[in-house]
Each structure stands twice: as C-alpha cells, then as structure tokens.
C-alpha cells in the first residue's frame, strides 16, 4: 500500500550543512503583546520512540532511576537557568524553535539587547550541553567568538542552528519505524508549505529543496519551555511543548 511507505519518500539535502538565523539575536526586534500568542502548533501526541525500551539513543532523557533523584535535586538547586531561559510552562519567549530566533515574542516588558547577553546560566559557563527525549542527538552550545561564557543570546541562536542541520538518509532510518517516518515528513512538508500559505515563495522552494532536518524530528513540538539542571555537570534539558 502506498500509504506504508510515504515517510521514505522525502527529500535529503546533499550536504551535511545547517543555515543560521537571520538576524541572530541580540540584535532582534521583539514583538511585546499583552499576553503569550496561541498561534503556535496545537499539542502533538506524545512521541512513541521516547517509550521505546533501552538502549536507545534517546536513554539519557528518560526518567533517572530513584536511587539518582536526591543528586539531581541538589545538583538543580545549585545551578540555575537565567530568567529568560528557565523551564516553564508560562515561559517569558514565546519561541517556535522551527523559526528563527527573530521571531520571538513576549508578554514581558524588562527585555533588553544587553538581557540577552547576559550569561545563560548561573554559575556562568563556557558551554552547554542540551538533551531531549524528542531527539537522538545533543545539542552542544559555545560562546561566540571572543566570548568565555555562554549567553542568553548564544542558547536561542545555537539551538536554532542545530535544529537547521541537515538529516541523512541512514539518520532519518534511526528512527525505526514507517509510522515515526512519515511524521517527521509529515513535519517537514508542513515546514515548507507554512512558507507558501505565507506569501513567501522563494522561501517555500528554499525550503523544501534544502529536505529533512533535525527540526522535523521534533513531530511538531516546536514550543521552548525553558531549560533546567540535570544531576551532570554542564549538562541541560531542553523542555519543549
């Protein structure tokens, strides 16, 4: 049956590239309104690859085993996100992590361009490591350059460049299964075609001929809620909805 087989039928970009936002914060223009938008995408069913049994590439991000729950409380306690960033359901961004970062909104009036490069997390460090059930990989984010400690601005513009990265096809198997295929083709044509329902037809032929990326493996949970200490040093999860 045709249907079984659509999520291989999708499209790869030859090189293995990623294409970064523009403009990158802080030098964005944030829209404020009254109130956190709804526009973003409704809430998708609960991924079936973050239940699957381990090992898995996804085995960090499941839940720690009870004997672990007191470090990770304490090590929480002692590490802690900056304001902007920090995990929550009500978040101060309002972020589509399939947009670029100057797509941001807010409810919140005290954001400034000097906010944003204020350092990601307390203590400061000099990088960062986010994990999510919702992907295989870990995201790594570094200073720019000339730049010790990791930023505010650093966390929306990497993690928006990671999520633009190129899959191959042998990453877009690692998936496992035709049904968890065709929903991150399924994400991705809805990616491209979003550009044409907005007028842009340029960017909806950019789009789908560039093909699948990490974005798409998120199925739609495209909303950032924050990030928030694990019980591993320099190691972060990145909350989405």
Not at 5 to 13: D, K
Not at 64 to 85: D, G, I, M, R, V
């Amino acid at each position: 049956m045709p249907g079984r087989h659509r999520g291989r039928h999708v499209h790869f970009s030859g090189a293995d590239t990623f294409y970064p936002p523009s403009p990158p914060v802080p030098g964005l223009t944030f829209s404020v309104s009254s109130k956190t938008s709804s526009s973003g995408p409704a809430t998708p069913p609960t991924p079936a690859y973050a239940t699957l049994p381990g090992p898995t590439p996804y085995e960090f991000c499941l839940p720690e085993p009870k004997a672990k729950a007191k470090a990770k409380t304490t090590t929480s306690t002692t590490h802690q996100a900056h304001a902007l960033l920090e995990h929550s359901d009500s978040p101060l961004l309002n972020y589509d992590v399939s947009l670029p970062p100057s797509s941001i909104s807010t409810h919140y009036h005290g954001i400034t361009s000097a906010r944003m490069l204020e350092p990601a997390v307390s203590p400061p460090q000099a990088a960062l490591t986010l994990h999510t059930p919702h992907l295989p990989w870990s995201i790594t984010i570094e200073p720019t350059a000339n730049e010790r400690t990791v930023t505010v601005s650093d966390v929306l513009n990497g993690l928006h460049r990671a999520l633009r990265a190129n899959v191959t096809p042998a990453e877009f198997r690692t998936l496992g299964s035709e049904e968890l295929m065709g929903r991150a083709a399924d994400a991705y044509r809805s990616r491209y075609r979003r550009c044409k329902r907005n007028g842009n037809l340029a960017k909806y032929a950019e789009e789908k001929a560039q093909g699948v990326k990490r974005i798409d493996f998120l199925m739609g949970w495209n909303g950032f809620r924050g990030i928030s200490a694990t019980s591993k040093p320099g190691v972060w999860r990145l909350h989405l909805a």
